[in-house]
């Protein structure tokens, strides 16, 4: 991560790595799970480490830093809670955070990269391309400073700016970071992760046998349908992909649930549902049916509510578990990306 200085990013280090960093330096072990408590509440100076003597915080300070992020923008929807937050990072670049309220628990939908080179033609956050990775630290700070802005945290979905498997070094060491019992402390089935499908990163993370839930971005189900809406597609068609679904699930027990983003006249017809349920029927797969967000700079319109039901209903009846996913912040720019991209075109 650019932080314009000599310091080493304290907040990305595992435990182990910390502890081996202060042992060095003479220090106990002790130490670094002290340390590592803090940065797990959401310290952002080692002032607030009020159990390290005073001479150790001024040691620590020269030595290490403490990225953290800061609120640019948020918006809260009057329709139903959900908060969006702008955050600038210590570069200057920004991302975005949705916060969602549920029954079962609070919600973070966090961002793994600042832009996207994925291309998919439904989606704000690929205008631009991609600018560069977040770091571990960057995106444990998107939920320990969503956790201070809008309410705890109990659930984390990396489905935000950016394709996590593009990261996949950061998004490893983000996530065992965030589920250290001395940190953050968040479960890994309370954890998503959504990728439009990039094989090789789906087999390295299903060897990881991490027991998250993986979400695959399918939105067609044949090559020709995806490819249009998706570039990726190109060089990883739907049966390789579908495939590396199979190994996954046979590798780590975990089911898939795949997110289909419903476009008027793309790949909305009964001729889709029913491939759809062909390719997925007795698989125990999960559908999970998206009205498309409308995006300004794209022609593509979200497919009708009656479209969405009667889709959803021949998936069903052809014995496909299926759920339409409920809309949260309508009323303010809570699509993947806009945020940010409002923010672009006012620099």
Request: hydrophobic share 40%; aromatic share 6%; proline share 3%.
């Amino acid at each position: 991560m650019p932080d314009g200085t000599n310091k080493l990013d304290i907040k990305s280090m595992l435990p182990q790595e910390l502890e081996a960093e202060l042992k060095a330096q003479g220090l106990p072990s002790w130490r670094a799970k002290q340390i590592f408590r803090w940065i797990g509440r959401g310290a952002v100076s080692f002032e607030e480490m009020t159990d390290q003597p005073k001479s150790l915080r001024a040691e620590l300070d020269e030595r290490y830093l403490i990225p953290s992020l800061t609120v640019m923008q948020k918006q809260v929807s009057a329709q139903d809670g959900t908060e969006k937050l702008l955050w600038r990072l210590p570069d200057g670049e920004s991302v975005e955070t949705v916060f969602m309220r549920y029954k079962h628990g609070n919600t973070v939908c966090i961002s793994s990269q600042v832009g996207c080179r994925m291309g998919c033609a439904f989606c704000a956050s690929t205008i631009g391309g991609r600018i560069r990775n977040l770091s571990a630290s960057e995106m444990l700070d998107e939920v320990l400073r969503t956790d201070l802005e809008c309410g705890p945290v109990s659930n984390i979905v990396l489905m935000g700016i950016g394709e996590p498997l593009d990261n996949f070094d950061n998004v490893i060491r983000f996530l065992r970071l965030v589920n250290d019992p001395e940190g953050a402390n968040i479960g890994m089935r309370h954890i998503s992760l959504s990728t439009c499908g990039l094989i090789e990163g789906i087999d390295k993370l299903a060897a990881l046998n991490l027991q998250l839930t993986l979400s695959v971005s399918l939105h067609g189900p044949d090559d020709d349908t995806r490819s249009r809406l998706m570039p990726v597609n190109r060089q990883y068609g739907v049966d390789a992909l579908l495939e590396a679904c199979q190994r996954y699930f046979r590798q780590t027990g975990r089911r898939i649930s795949f997110e289909y983003a419903m476009v008027r006249d793309v790949n909305d017809t009964l001729y889709h549902a029913r491939l759809l349920a062909k390719r997925l029927r007795g698989t125990g797969a999960h559908v999970n049916l998206i009205r498309l967000n409308y995006v300004s700079e794209r022609v593509l319109l979200p497919s009708t509510e009656e479209t969405v039901r009667i889709f959803a209903k021949e998936l069903a009846d052809s014995g496909v578990t299926v759920t339409v996913r409920r809309r949260l912040g309508r009323d303010i720019d809570a699509a993947c990306g806009q945020l940010r991209r409002g923010q672009m075109r006012h620099l």
